[in-house]
T-cell receptor, first 113, second 109 residues
Framework: IAGITQAPTSQILAAGRRMTLRCTQD?????MYWYRQDLGLGLRLIHY???????GKGEVPDGYSVSRANTDDFPLTLASAVPSQTSVYFC????????????FGPGTRLTVL | GQNIDQPTEMTATEGAIVQINCTYQ??????LFWYQQHAGEAPTFLSY??LDGLEEKGRFSSFLSRSKGYSYLLLKELQMKDSASYLC??????????WGAGTKLIIKP
């Protein structure tokens, strides 16, 4: 693994189904983030984690949950998907603190029907 | 509150210079980032400014004025591969990034 990976690349999901988006980084970064990106809107933070074992809510957390059992992995779960969760989801990681750029995974394109 | 404004779309000619502006109002400030995002791809880091002034990096330069809540990204000698969206983001007091909606830059031959 080099950098940050996400799986799946894309997914079509029926409304009401449960879905977990996977994110793994090998840069030993403390902080990890989940964003959604919708046309005409900026990246919006869903959840974040500043270190393994801790998580926090971002701007749009409703309908999503995360866990951070170790440094490398940060899965995002949609417990019961709804069409408004159709979006492109990006996972990112960074060292914690100022000047620390965020590195992004390739994204997951999710469509909820 | 937090607010970041940048133009939705700009068009420029190959070989020319373009300036993309970003204005911001944030409750805390730990610097301003510019990212580039090609269609269908992830954002990638371009620049970071935390002090006033101009930072130059090859064909790209970024400027910050903290007193005016203003930044710009200057792209010189435009190439077709520069066609992308350019995202402005400020880092708040909790080291979280607040993102603008992005400026789509179209380069014409």
């Amino acid at each position: 693994i080099a950098g940050i990976t996400q799986a799946p690349t894309s997914q079509i999901l029926a409304a009401g189904r449960r879905m977990t988006l996977r994110c793994t980084q090998d840069m030993r970064h403390n902080a990890m983030y989940w964003y959604r990106q919708d046309l005409g809107l900026g990246l919006r933070l869903i959840h974040y984690s500043n270190t393994a074992g801790t998580t926090g809510k971002g701007e749009v957390p409703d309908g999503y949950s995360v866990s951070r059992a170790n440094t490398d992995d940060f899965p995002l779960t949609l417990a019961s998907a709804v069409p408004s969760q159709t979006s492109v989801y990006f996972c990112a990681s960074s060292a914690l603190g100022e000047y620390n750029e965020q590195f992004f995974g390739p994204g997951t394109r999710l469509t909820v029907l | 509150g937090q607010n970041i404004d940048q133009p939705t779309e700009m068009t420029a000619t190959e070989g020319a210079i373009v300036q993309i502006n970003c204005t911001y109002q944030t409750s805390g400030f730990n610097g301003l980032f510019w990212y580039q995002q090609h269609a269908g791809e992830a954002p990638t880091f371009l620049s970071y400014n935390v002090l006033d002034g101009l930072e130059e990096k090859g064909r790209f330069s970024s400027f910050l004025s903290r007193s005016k809540g203003y930044s710009y990204l200057l792209l010189k000698e435009l190439q077709m591969k520069d066609s992308a969206s350019y995202l402005c983001a400020t880092m708040d007091s909790n080291y979280q990034l607040i993102w603008g909606a992005g400026t789509k830059l179209i380069i014409k031959p």
